[in-house]
């Protein structure tokens, strides 16, 4: 089940509705990635405290730990990591591609050998389907070839890049009947590919929309490519995409990457930014990112963000009016610099709060039609450094 | 500030109330050690909502890391770390000793080399209650020399005891000079030494008692000595200690200790096991203890102790009626072995709310006067098997 809703719009700009099996979404959205069945670092109540709407699991690492059979007994991925919100499956395409000589790629599927047991697989649309099935999640994505942009050193040409998008063009037809023949209750996507490439995006596109998925994803971004060309492909395809159904640019990015990505008309981002640069001291805030273990920060007592709401910078008031939390840039500093657990633990709640809010505040401020000055004051902040 | 009521007794146990300048501790208690500033693996608000009513620093450490410098700018270790309930210090007495041949010990203090930059410093029963008044913990433990139970395999003689603990004596004295000189508003205890050795266990009480401290420790246990022999003096020394003042038993042990030694007239304890456990995949439940890695664990729906109320067995409920949490054992089985952040975080919320459950267990049993049919229930099920 999915049922989209265009509330507002500004520009190419939509506020939206989601609602899938597990609940609503609220859009534009960013969704914390959830690997194993857990978003590095967070509890489940911390990220529902977050407002977390939903978040992603990957298919090919759960495929491989803790296995099928574990999660089939539990009837699918929520119940066994104890999230009943929203979640996105990725296809395992992105993952066995990053297998690199590990794996053989025919028309057929993906042929690697697990990096677990070194068990030989076979990863194709119809394994993925039936996988992404099994893992119920509420958006399945189909299988597809992330076409890489460069492969040591080589640019992946035209040609190359015609030829991959054409192959997921076909397995995206194979997801897409495989996933009715199993009578999935769920969400099957689409993901544009062609690369660097105008025509083949929009040629990738079209067919995609003949074919008439609930929703559509922009793939083959975040592959390693120089900026520009993923701001130009950003800026290229997501608004041709039909204006009625969900867009999800796949992987995308750091915070002005999201409002910019908005502006461009996209609904749904997941990035592994705010968790992974956390555990490396790597802070987003309003006014620029800073690293904790610098030295400026070894005896600064005020918060990360004086304008942000999270526990680590805010703290929590309990039912009995107790305040705990809101920590100094020095404490966290010197967390940082002992190896001690609560730092990363306390820079991913921040660093996911910060992402989280700012598609808040996106949502309010195209509900109120002032989208356009909201990004310009956001960046003017972010600017300002912190 | 302290003062220490008995609410009830049976046997040598106790039943008391603790009032400290940052609150009410009752007692019997468990107290997480919190090394640099960070119960490790766990925020301060998940020790509130567990009712962790005290926890530990160590001054040592925080001596080295952060530095006095910044936790003096915050006014103390309580602003510091963003803990408002009862702190307890430790001397860095038992740090330096573990500095083994990096440290010289003489009649005036402790010579040794900072493990963090290598700086020639000079710990004394002086300094060590200056650091301990910066800190402005609420219990301050005099500066002690730890005696070992064994130096590179040769047991600490009587004679070495005799003058070790005469040391300690010494050094207890210009501890309450010194606190006194300072001014210092928080309560001071005395430390028993004396090795394995019980009568010079007592003549150390003995002379302790006359300088009549408000509170009084047994030191010099859990320092490798054989089981029977920590059974021994925990059976000789504590209920020997004076009635109305608290006892606190150092850097004691498992959960069988715990209710043993409530049972020999201690009131608080102190052990690294419960966080340290938990980050190796070792839980304690009411049922025996189980290591989260082996196989069996791996299709198990059940949580870790079906009688469990902590976030990991039962989850949390939210005031709009939302759970979160309780994870089965499959569930951290599968991130322990995926060596996801989350399976210590799990796991150190578990072990420490087993712990802090215990403890009042045990204080509702004594006020119930049934404390004996308690620990013989307690040992019946802990042999279960889990």
Chains 1, 2 share one sequence.
Request: charged share 25%; net charge neutral; hydrophobic share 40%.
């Amino acid at each position: 089940m999915l049922n989209f809703e265009i509330l507002a719009t500004e520009g190419h700009a939509r506020r939206g509705r989601l609602a899938l099996n597990h609940g609503v979404v609220q859009t534009p959205i960013f969704m914390p990635v959830g690997t194993y069945g857990t978003v590095k670092g967070v509890t489940p109540r911390s990220l529902e405290e977050m407002n977390a709407q939903i978040i992603l699991g990957n298919t090919f690492h759960l495929w491989m730990r803790p296995g099928l059979d574990v999660i089939q007994s539990f009837g699918g991925l929520h119940r066994f990591e104890r999230w009943d919100r929203p979640i996105l499956t990725d296809s395992g395409g992105f993952q066995v591609w990053s297998l690199g000589e590990m794996r053989k790629i025919s028309e057929e599927g993906v042929k690697f050998a697990s990096p677990v047991n070194g068990d030989k697989l076979f990863l194709t649309p119809e394994v993925s389907m039936q996988v992404q099935t099994l893992l119920d999640s509420d958006i399945v994505m189909q299988f597809d070839e992330c076409t890489p942009y460069e492969t040591k050193g080589h640019l992946t040409t035209e040609a190359e890049a015609k030829f991959s998008m054409e192959l997921s063009l076909r397995w995206a037809k194979r997801c897409q009947a495989e996933f009715t023949r199993l009578q999935n209750r769920n969400a099957l996507f689409g993901i544009v590919q062609g690369g660097m490439f105008e025509h083949l995006r929009e040629a990738s596109l079209a067919a995609l929309v003949d074919m008439d998925f609930p929703g559509y994803a922009v793939g083959g971004v975040s592959v390693g490519e120089p900026k520009e060309d993923m701001l130009r492909i950003m800026a290229h395809t997501p608004h041709r995409l039909p204006a009625h159904k969900p867009r999800y640019l796949m992987g995308v990015g750091t915070p002005e990457d999201l409002v910019e990505g908005v502006g461009q008309g996209v609904d749904m981002f997941d990035c592994v930014m705010p968790t992974r640069n956390a555990r490396n001291g790597h802070l987003f805030t309003r006014f620029g990112d800073l690293k904790i273990r610098n030295a400026r920060h070894k005896t600064d007592h005020r918060p990360l963000d004086e304008s942000c709401s999270c526990y680590t910078c805010k703290g929590h008031t309990a039912a009995d009016g107790t305040v705990t939390g809101g920590f100094s840039r020095a404490y966290l500093h010197h967390l940082e610099r002992c190896g001690e657990m609560l730092a990363p633990m306390l820079a991913t709640i921040h660093n996911l709060h910060y992402y989280l809010h700012l598609m808040q505040e996106i949502r309010d401020a195209l509900e109120a039609g002032r989208f356009a000055a909201f990004a310009a004051q956001f960046r003017q902040d972010r600017a300002r450094g912190v």
